[in-house]
């Protein structure tokens, strides 16, 4: 069984309309992140939390909100989708105990805005 | 090496040769770095990691080079394999703030 599990893995969707990737993890990272990746850009981040009670923005957070519902479990939504949110979307989590710059990633979703 | 745009560079090696994959880091303060290996349909997979202290790491087939006096990284794949075609992604950080990624480069390694 995966550690980090995203679903969907793939979601087609229209201009406007809200949408939610989910995100769960059994690692038992207390940090969690969204990215975001592009070809040829590679991975942007999205937004991050450190803890259940800790949201930061990431580096393109404009259009995208987050919910970290439990330790396991942080969401990503997109509001009101744009054609330019197509891309492929991936959840990490890390290990501070460890070294919390090593992500463990999920197998991503592919998002498609038409 | 890192490339800006649309267009990963590929590396392409016969299998049995061994591979080096370069990349260029941006923040001369940069203190850690990690490469990882996305293979088609799955996210990125740590290989291996090298803090600034150090100029040389070694792995299992992999050994990662870094030369701070001109900011490059390398990522050495001894007795390359058909399972190590992918595309390798190196990222640095600074004082344990948040990775950043470089763009990519794709191994395709042939028979």
């Known amino acids: 069984d995966a550690d980090v599990t995203q679903t969907p893995r793939n979601r087609i969707t229209k201009t406007g309309k809200r949408i939610m990737l989910e995100c769960s993890q059994t690692k038992g990272h207390d940090r969690m992140y969204w990215y975001r990746q592009d070809p040829g850009l590679g991975l942007r981040l999205i937004y991050y939390?450190?803890?259940?009670?800790?949201?930061n923005k990431g580096e393109i957070s404009d259009g995208y909100s987050v919910s970290r519902q439990a330790q396991a479990k942080f969401s990503l939504s997109l509001e009101s989708a744009i054609p330019n949110q197509t891309a492929l979307y991936f959840c990490?989590?890390?290990?501070?105990?460890?070294?919390?710059?090593?992500?463990?990633f999920g197998s991503g979703t592919q998002l498609s805005v038409l | 090496g890192e490339s800006v745009g649309l267009h990963l560079p590929t590396l392409s090696v016969q299998e049995g040769d061994n591979s080096i994959i370069n990349c260029a880091y941006s923040?001369?303060?940069?203190?850690?770095f990690i490469w990882y290996k996305q293979e088609s349909g799955k996210g990125p997979q740590f290989i291996i990691d090298i803090r600034s202290n150090m100029d040389k790491r070694q792995g299992q087939r992999v050994t990662v080079l870094l030369n701070k006096t001109v900011k490059h990284l390398s990522l050495q794949i001894a007795a390359t394999q058909p399972g190590d075609s992918a595309v390798y992604f190196c990222?640095?950080?600074?004082?344990?703030?948040?990775?950043?990624f470089g763009t990519g480069t794709r191994l395709q390694v042939f028979p």
């Open positions: 990222a640095e950080t600074y004082n344990t703030d948040k990775l950043i």
């Open positions: 939390s450190f803890d259940v009670k800790d949201i």
């Open positions: 923040n001369s303060a940069s203190d850690y």
């Open positions: 990490a989590t890390s290990d501070p105990e460890q070294s919390n710059e090593k992500l463990f």
